[in-house]
């Protein structure tokens, strides 16, 4: 973790262009003021100031920390603006904490991070590598610095409350903040490295995602990126934190939170899918009502997919089909096609590769109102790392031409 302890006084240096009154105004030495910004430097691997006899100037690396940092402590103000509404009778003492300018030891908010991850104090400090009793103490000259109680203790055990809560998640986002710095300083070596979290939503496993990972790892290959599986809510959660830098795939039916930008690239209907020598295959037109008898696999009720067919068969009066398997595992029904003589309704991104490859077909039959849109769930764009933006705009490609390929 970056050290972020050297932050305050790296601002302190930014504003007054001068070292000695960044010292004057921090009541620090000036040999201190000046090894925070080594230790930066040395960090990030480049020279943050051009130093001149009397004027310390930004150089474009220490333009991208300095703007980074303006908006993470920004954050972390917001959240001691709340916590003062919330405890005006400790508000001279949050205003005045050290916290809300990230002074505090890296260890101890890996340690906090660990807490409200697992939940245990034992836990957390097995985690960072201390002993309980100095996770304990760590804990609490935390809480004792914010000024205002951030745990609920009980016979029970110690666990964060709506105060820590809401303290975490700013300062999660602050440090996504500063993470984004080191990216870019990269970016203006000429190096896009670092590590992109993306949100795999369904309809983006099977051939998108994989295609764009593959044609940015191709031309970019110091970068790392890790696909997220998990309910919908706890990806838009990790969006949220910046734990997640962006989704993709089948975008949510409901409305989502400000600050989260719905990118709709592609919306297309369901398709009936079937072997390439399935019985129904050299049929030149069909009606649902022709498939009513077919076996088929369909996810189970009350899922996006399954819903929007019955729509679209309820539309056209048509009974359901019968249903010999439900099943939402991608290899599952890709086995079931291909040696089965089962078909079922599903996106084409999802058996991309089969279709291409001709080993599955789609039977001339129209599903309307089935349309799914397809594409990208972000912050701001002025919240994604280099790596991230190179992602999107494969994802974006992509979906673009398979859009034209199927027109």
């Known amino acids: 973790m ?7 006084p790296f601002m ?29 430097e040395s960090w990030f691997g480049v020279s943050l100031f051009e130093r001149g006899p009397r ?7 220490g333009q991208v920390l300095a703007r980074r940092t303006e908006e993470a402590f920004a954050e972390l103000q917001r959240a001691c603006v709340v916590l003062t509404e919330r405890h005006p009778a400790c508000a001279a003492r ?25 939940k245990h104090i034992s836990t957390a400090a097995a985690t960072v590598g201390i002993s309980q009793p100095a996770a304990s103490m760590a804990l609490y000259d935390i809480e004792s610095s914010v000024g205002i ?66 044609e940015v790892l191709r031309q970019h290959p110091h970068l790392q990126v890790r696909t997220l599986e998990a309910p919908m809510e706890v990806m838009i959660t990790g969006l949220r934190l910046g734990d997640v830098d962006f989704l993709t795939g089948a975008l949510p039916l409901d409305p989502v939170e400000n ?83 089962m078909i079922t309704a599903a996106s084409r991104q999802l058996f991309s590769y089969e279709l291409k490859a001709g080993s599955l077909i789609t039977l001339p039959v129209s599903l309307p109102g089935t349309e799914r849109p397809i594409g990208i769930l972000r912050r701001s764009p002025e919240h994604s790392s280099p790596g991230a933006k190179l992602l999107m705009d494969a994802v974006r490609r992509i979906c673009q031409n398979e859009a034209l390929a199927d027109a």
């Open 2 to 8: 970056l050290h972020v302890k050297h932050l305050k």
């Open 12 to 40: 302190a240096v930014v504003r007054h262009g001068n070292l000695s009154r960044a010292s004057e105004e921090l009541r620090r030495a000036q040999s201190a003021v000046s090894r925070s910004i080594q230790e930066l």
């Open 55 to 61: 004027q310390w100037l930004l150089t474009k690396y």
């Open 94 to 118: 949050l205003r005045a904490a050290p916290f809300f300018s990230l002074s505090v030891h890296e260890r101890r908010l890996e340690l906090l991070f660990a807490f409200a991850e697992r």
């Open 149 to 214: 109680p951030l745990f609920d203790r009980a016979h029970t055990g110690v666990a964060l409350n709506e105060c820590g809560e809401l303290l975490m998640e700013h300062v999660k986002r602050a440090l996504a903040l500063l993470r984004l710095a080191d990216g870019e300083i990269s970016a203006l070596e000429g190096v896009v490295d670092g590590l992109v979290v993306v949100g795999a939503l369904p309809f983006s496993r099977p051939y998108v995602l994989p295609a764009a990972i593959g």
């Open 259 to 341: 600050g989260l930008v719905v990118e709709e690239l592609v919306s297309e209907p369901m398709a009936v899918i079937a072997r390439s020598d399935h019985p129904l295959a050299a049929a030149p037109s069909l009606d649902l009502s022709d498939l009513l008898d077919t076996p088929w696999i369909l996810s189970r009720p009350g899922t996006p997919s399954r819903e929007a067919l019955n729509s679209c068969l309820a539309q056209q009066g048509v009974a359901e089909p019968r249903v010999a398997v439900e099943s939402s595992d991608i290899s599952v029904i890709r086995g079931l096609l291909l040696e089965t003589d």
